[in-house]
């Protein structure tokens, strides 16, 4: 997840004031009034050591709307608008490409086996036609899911679909274009980086044919340019991204899953409410599929229904029962 906020300069000075001030009259900011309110929407507990984060986050929306702290409190519950601006400053939207290389190779091995099977069935089998399906929850800005798509693609696996769902629609809508900085490029193994392409904005592009730039100011404009890429559109076609609570009660999706990546989510939520989110996921894991999470998470997690992979790097469990 990423952990900044755009704003234009002004604004952020305003800002500034404002939770300065709100942190000097702690009878005029409750933390722990926000913090419940931030708890009971999504789940989501943010520790007291980002309280200034939290009171950043709670000025800026407040600011952004031309209202006032407590008029902000007051109109969360009844305009949605405001409600999912003011979850998008408070998330934090940590995440990078390739983050953890060995649950990405266990999920491609899964689609190897799940393609080598379709393959051995009778070609009038309607199980030939199964789309092997992940899930990526809590993605984010699209890293983890772009880097799965780019790792099947590698394989030159054409019949599987990936759904990534996050509680922040401003990430998703970073997700769905696909466009990111050379930063992130740079953690894209070799033999994927043939499904990126430079991004070349018209704009720039003009300015360059028809404006007499000095040769290298043209080169520094041209570098820059560059440095921005996106994904292959030919990937697109794989991936879905769509708003999803995962601690509402409803799947973001009727189909079941052959595949279930959870990482460096499940440490945002209280213990109860990570029992109550991975019974959900494996509600919608399908029998004989995985849920894949980071190493160390919810290590207490015994479910009847599912087995824990013997596996050195990834912490992963098989759903062996409905």
């Not at 009971?40 to 007291?48: D, K, R, V, Y």
């Not at 209280?270 to 029998?287: T, V």
Request: hydrophobic share 40%.
């Amino acid at each position: 997840m990423n952990n900044h906020i755009q704003q234009d300069g002004p604004i952020i000075h305003k800002a500034d004031a404002l939770a300065a001030e709100a942190l000097r009259q702690d009878a005029a900011f409750d933390t722990e009034q926000w913090q419940r309110y931030i708890e009971q929407e999504i789940g989501f507990i943010l520790p007291n050591i980002q309280r200034k984060w939290l009171v950043n986050a709670v000025t800026q929306t407040a600011l952004s709307y031309g209202l006032t702290i407590l008029q902000l409190w007051k109109q969360l519950p009844i305009n949605y608008e405001l409600r999912q601006q003011f979850l998008d400053k408070v998330l934090i939207h940590e995440s990078r490409f390739f983050r953890h290389q060995p649950s990405i190779e266990f999920v491609i091995e899964c689609a190897l086996q799940h393609q080598r099977r379709q393959l051995t069935n009778n070609s009038d089998d309607i199980a030939t036609n199964e789309l092997f399906r992940i899930w990526s929850v809590g993605c984010a800005s699209g890293q983890e899911t772009w880097s799965l798509a780019m790792s099947l693609a590698a394989k030159q696996l054409t019949n599987y679909t990936i759904l990534g769902t996050d509680v922040s629609e401003q990430a998703l809508k970073k997700a769905r274009v696909g466009q990111y900085d050379k930063r992130q490029q740079a953690l894209i193994p070799p033999h994927c980086q043939q499904y990126i392409q430079p991004l070349r904005p018209a704009s720039v592009i003009k300015a360059l044919r028809f404006f007499p730039v000095a040769t290298n100011t043209k080169k520094t404009i041209e570098n820059s340019v560059r440095a921005h890429w996106q994904v292959m559109p030919t990937l697109k076609q794989h991936v879905r991204f769509t708003l999803h609570n995962i601690i509402n009660q409803e799947p973001p999706t009727p189909y079941l899953q052959q595949v279930i990546v959870c990482q460096n989510m499940l440490m945002y939520f209280r213990k109860f409410d990570q029992r109550d989110i991975l019974a959900r996921l494996s509600k919608q894991c399908a029998l004989g599929g995985y849920i894949i999470l980071a190493p160390g998470e919810a290590l207490f997690w015994r479910p009847s229904n599912m087995r824990r992979i013997a596996h050195p790097q990834i912490n992963a469990w098989q759903k062996i029962s409905a």
